[in-house]
């Protein structure tokens, strides 16, 4: 299915009734400027503060796995002194998991 289209945000002129875009701030048939729109204040600290405590909680994160990808691998091979001591220490890890 194909999107709906839908018309630009329109706003009307307050001095002549003219229709305009909404983020246009001077009427561009009477050249009448238009009252900017007014927002609510963001609540202060103490307000956003009372929240009952079920509003707070949050889930916990799930645990991340370690990271260090290829450099912490690197380091492990030099540390223990070559390839083919990590893979032989690795089949030994691998083992103990399997318990």
Same mark, same amino acid.
């Given at each position: 299915?194909?999107?709906?289209?839908?018309?630009?945000?329109?706003?009307?002129?307050?001095?002549?009734?003219?229709?305009?875009?909404?983020?246009?701030?001077?009427?561009?048939?009477?050249?009448?400027?238009?009252?900017?729109?007014?927002?609510?204040?963001?609540?202060?600290?103490?307000?956003?503060?009372?929240?009952?405590?079920?509003?707070?909680?949050? /889930?916990?994160?799930?645990? /991340?796995?370690?990271?260090?990808? !290829?450099?912490?691998?690197?380091?492990?091979? /030099?540390?223990?002194?070559? !390839?083919?001591?990590?893979?032989? !220490?690795?089949?030994?890890?691998?083992?103990?998991?399997?318990?």
């Amino acid at each position: 299915m194909a999107k709906k289209k839908r018309g630009m945000p329109s706003k009307t002129c307050v001095n002549c009734g003219a229709t305009m875009h909404a983020r246009k701030a001077v009427c561009p048939k009477c050249g009448k400027e238009q009252p900017k729109a007014k927002r609510e204040k963001a609540q202060p600290a103490a307000a956003r503060a009372r929240k009952p405590a079920a509003a707070k909680r949050r /889930r916990r994160a799930a645990p /991340r796995p370690a990271t260090g990808g !290829l450099p912490q691998a690197v380091s492990f091979v /030099r540390q223990v002194g070559g !390839l083919q001591q990590a893979k032989q !220490l690795l089949k030994q890890i691998e083992e103990i998991r399997k318990l």
